[in-house]
């Protein structure tokens, strides 16, 4: 029986009617058709502001999987989750077009979750998406190493402004601030520029943070080297682990360009190099510290168990981790409430703005294999444990 089992703990801030009602929504989204017609249906009529359908998204997967319509309106379940033991890190949902005025009003954005995650205990780390503050094909060009025009020149040395803002603010304020991993084509342009920040900001503790995707080949080389460069140049490195999202795309655009696929080449291989990863992390505590971004269960035993055998305490301060908000509340509030430092990402932003980011966690959640089948199971047997009582 698996130690993320007890529902009573996963579901404790949860009435009967919002698991039931998680539970039909959980039903819906299992069953491709409907999801992929909803989508289409969906995209249509919120981008077209028909209120009524606007509604039912808030009612239903807005609430299931997002905070609120800002951050302010997310306070209240920052401040839920936080009773137990349960760290929140914003996360901007917008998606919108890659224009300019945009990355500077995320930029805006994300220097406001800086000054509000300021010694706030509820909110341990801020986090933005690299394409929220340039164009993927920026970040393409740089990382190939084109010699840039003069107006590329211009653009990237904006995303290079854009991340040094926020770096300095977050080291003036003493708050953590990881960059989220994307697609590998522009990832190379992220990694050195992330890596620039963490030289320059990371000298006494870790405060900048990359993601490293252990879907993809040659990360455990990687790291690595990144190790050998901050023991080098005298810095700390903090690192968010994840599998990786963008598999499917991926192994598209290999195929389509006819260039080696990036990705490991089966979910066992994934699971080994993510394990890799661990152990890395455990292996070199005295200079990196680690967020397992994750909702398998096996994964983020294997790092319980590991801390154990090295005594270490379960609210180390190196040690994090994470899931998405709305989904795997089992391990998440077990962890909580065995003290391990837990976090969930909680998305906000306006209902019509979010809707790419609600039709990406069904799909996903469709996707998957397992994943809905989960939470299905889990909310089913807290409904009938509840009955019973
Ligand atoms: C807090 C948090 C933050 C995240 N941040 C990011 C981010 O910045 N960037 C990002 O890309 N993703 C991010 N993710 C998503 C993450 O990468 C995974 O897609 C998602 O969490 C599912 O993986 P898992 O470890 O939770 O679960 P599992 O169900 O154990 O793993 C599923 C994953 O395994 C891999 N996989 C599945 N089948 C195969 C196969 N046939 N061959 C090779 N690999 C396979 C894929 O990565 C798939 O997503 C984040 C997730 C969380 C919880």
Same mark, same amino acid.
């Given at each position: 029986?698996?130690?993320?089992?007890?529902?009573?703990?996963?579901?404790?801030?949860?009435?009967?009617?919002?698991?039931?009602? /998680?539970?039909?929504?959980?039903?819906?989204? =299992?069953?491709?058709?409907?999801?992929?017609?909803?989508?289409?249906?969906? $995209?249509?009529?919120?981008?077209?502001?028909?209120?009524?359908?606007?509604?039912?998204?808030?009612?239903?997967?807005?609430?299931?999987?997002?905070?609120?319509?800002?951050? =302010?309106?997310?306070?209240?379940?920052?401040?839920?989750?936080?009773?137990?033991?349960?760290?929140?890190?914003?996360?901007?949902?917008?998606?919108?077009?890659?224009?300019? /005025?945009?990355?500077?009003?995320?930029?805006? =954005?994300?220097?406001?979750?800086?000054?509000?995650?300021?010694?706030?205990?509820?909110?341990?780390?801020?986090?933005?998406?690299?394409?929220?503050?340039?164009?993927?094909?920026?970040?393409?060009?740089?990382?190939?190493?084109?010699?840039?025009? $003069?107006?590329?020149?211009?653009?990237?040395?904006?995303?290079?402004? +854009?991340?040094?803002?926020?770096?300095?603010?977050?080291?003036?304020?003493?708050?953590?601030?990881?960059?989220?991993?994307?697609?590998?084509?522009?990832?190379? *342009?992220?990694?050195?520029?992330?890596?620039?920040?963490? *030289?320059?900001?990371?000298?006494?503790?870790?405060?900048?943070?990359?993601?490293?995707?252990?879907?993809?080949?040659?990360?455990?080389?990687?790291?690595?080297?990144?190790?050998?460069? /901050?023991?080098?140049?005298?810095?700390?490195?903090?690192?968010?682990?994840? +599998?990786?999202?963008?598999?499917?795309?991926?192994?598209?655009?290999?195929?389509?360009?006819?260039?080696?696929?990036?990705?490991?080449?089966?979910?066992? *291989?994934?699971?080994?190099?993510? $394990?890799?990863?661990?152990?890395?992390?455990?292996?070199?505590?005295?200079?990196?510290?680690?967020?397992?971004?994750?909702?398998?269960?096996?994964?983020? =035993?294997?790092?319980?168990?590991?801390?154990? /055998?090295?005594?270490?305490?379960?609210?180390?301060?190196?040690?994090?981790?994470?899931?998405?908000?709305?989904?795997?509340? $089992?391990?998440?509030?077990?962890?909580? *409430?065995?003290?391990?430092?837990?976090?969930?990402?909680?998305?906000?932003?306006?209902?019509?703005?979010?809707?790419?980011?609600?039709?990406?966690?069904?799909?996903?959640?469709?996707?998957?294999?397992?994943?809905?089948? +989960?939470?299905?199971?889990?909310?089913? +047997?807290?409904?009938?444990?509840?009955?019973?009582?």
């Amino acid at each position: 029986m698996s130690i993320f089992n007890n529902t009573q703990i996963a579901f404790a801030d949860r009435s009967d009617a919002q698991l039931r009602k /998680a539970y039909w929504m959980f039903k819906a989204i =299992e069953q491709p058709a409907i999801t992929n017609i909803g989508i289409s249906a969906l $995209n249509f009529t919120v981008k077209n502001n028909f209120p009524f359908v606007t509604g039912i998204v808030r009612n239903t997967l807005f609430e299931q999987f997002c905070g609120g319509e800002t951050r =302010e309106e997310s306070m209240k379940v920052v401040k839920q989750m936080f009773k137990r033991h349960v760290g929140s890190i914003f996360d901007y949902a917008i998606e919108g077009k890659a224009e300019e /005025a945009l990355f500077d009003q995320t930029c805006e =954005e994300i220097k406001q979750n800086i000054k509000f995650a300021e010694g706030n205990p509820a909110i341990p780390f801020v986090v933005f998406k690299p394409t929220g503050f340039g164009r993927i094909e920026i970040y393409e060009e740089v990382g190939r190493g084109t010699v840039l025009t $003069n107006s590329q020149k211009e653009e990237w040395e904006r995303v290079v402004k +854009r991340y040094e803002e926020v770096s300095q603010m977050a080291f003036d304020r003493n708050v953590v601030l990881m960059i989220d991993a994307e697609e590998t084509w522009m990832q190379d *342009a992220t990694d050195e520029l992330v890596n620039q920040m963490m *030289a320059r900001f990371n000298k006494e503790k870790p405060l900048i943070w990359n993601t490293i995707q252990m879907y993809r080949t040659g990360r455990m080389e990687y790291l690595a080297a990144d190790l050998q460069r /901050a023991k080098e140049e005298g810095y700390y490195l903090g690192y968010k682990f994840v +599998r990786g999202a963008y598999m499917e795309k991926e192994r598209e655009r290999a195929a389509a360009m006819n260039y080696p696929d990036p990705i490991q080449p089966n979910k066992q *291989a994934s699971d080994d190099n993510y $394990n890799a990863a661990i152990d890395f992390v455990l292996k070199n505590l005295d200079r990196v510290s680690a967020f397992f971004g994750t909702h398998n269960e096996k994964s983020t =035993e294997l790092v319980m168990n590991h801390m154990q /055998a090295m005594g270490l305490t379960n609210d180390h301060p190196q040690i994090h981790f994470g899931q998405l908000y709305g989904m795997s509340d $089992n391990i998440t509030y077990f962890l909580g *409430a065995e003290k391990y430092n837990v976090c969930k990402y909680l998305p906000y932003g306006p209902v019509k703005d979010v809707v790419p980011y609600l039709t990406r966690r069904a799909q996903e959640n469709t996707s998957v294999a397992g994943q809905t089948g +989960r939470e299905l199971g889990l909310i089913d +047997r807290e409904l009938k444990r509840r009955q019973k009582k």
